[in-house]
């Protein structure tokens, strides 16, 4: 079974600092997806970002980009010019490439919180 | 627009009652999912359906039934409600099992 680990369970950034989340997952499948949501405290659950494991270049939205390296299992989020909107609950997820494996496989999630 | 929308937002009530949360998406997916958020904030797949079939079922008491009447709906009916099934429940929906899901924004069932 696939696993998904957020070692950080907090962490903090200046407004218009650079903060990096890490998130590293265990798979023995070659295809997959991996996706960071972003949970604010009205606990919607947003996407921020999504990678196809089959493209070598690492997916970029606006302010947040990933660093992911297949081989070492590490997806990282980097959010650039922090902003205050951007505090919330960042969470790490799994999802096979295959139809029957469609869960999401989520990390235990990394609280950031912005200062001002 | 909601793309994804659940009633109710909040839900309490007593151990031992049947409660139902209703999940509808406008998108026009095939995929929907129930997911289930602890007091921890760890969230885990119960079920998904695809076309109105049952696609996973985990690990999940019995006294959880979803039902997908149509394609853009998906209910949880949950029967005789116990203190440790409060948690906010989310409901998500994808284009196919293999897409992007995209979430509800949650209902929080608190059990007295």
């Known amino acids: 079974a696939q696993t998904v680990t957020q070692s950080q369970p907090e962490m903090s950034v200046q407004e218009a600092e650079t903060v990096t989340l890490s998130c590293t997952y265990d798979?023995?499948?070659?295809?997959?997806?991996l996706f960071w949501y972003k949970q604010p405290p009205s606990r919607q659950m947003i996407l921020v970002i999504r990678?196809?494991?089959?493209?070598?270049q690492n997916a970029t939205e606006n302010r947040f980009s990933v660093n992911f390296q297949k081989a070492a299992k590490s997806f990282s989020l980097k959010i650039s010019d922090s902003q205050l909107g951007d505090a919330a609950m960042y969470f790490c997820a799994y999802r096979s490439a295959w139809a029957s494996g469609s869960r999401l496989t989520f990390g235990e999630g990394t609280q950031l919180t912005v200062n001002p | 627009d909601t793309a994804v929308s659940q009633t109710p937002k909040y839900l309490v009530t007593q151990m031992g009652n049947d409660k139902s949360i209703k999940c509808e998406q406008n998108l026009g997916h095939d995929t929907m999912y129930w997911y289930k958020q602890d007091s921890k904030k760890f969230l885990k797949i119960m079920f998904s359906y695809n076309n109105k079939e049952l696609i996973i079922n985990e690990t999940v008491p019995n006294r959880f039934s979803p039902k997908s009447p149509d394609k853009a709906h998906l209910n949880l009916h949950i029967n005789s409600l116990e203190l440790g099934d409060s948690a906010v429940y989310f409901c998500?929906?994808?284009?196919?099992?293999?897409?992007?899901?995209?979430f509800g924004p949650g209902t929080r069932l608190t059990v007295l």
């Open positions: 998500a929906s994808s284009r196919d099992p293999t897409d992007t899901q995209y």
């Open positions: 990678q196809e494991a089959y493209k070598q």
């Open positions: 798979t023995s499948e070659s295809d997959y997806y």
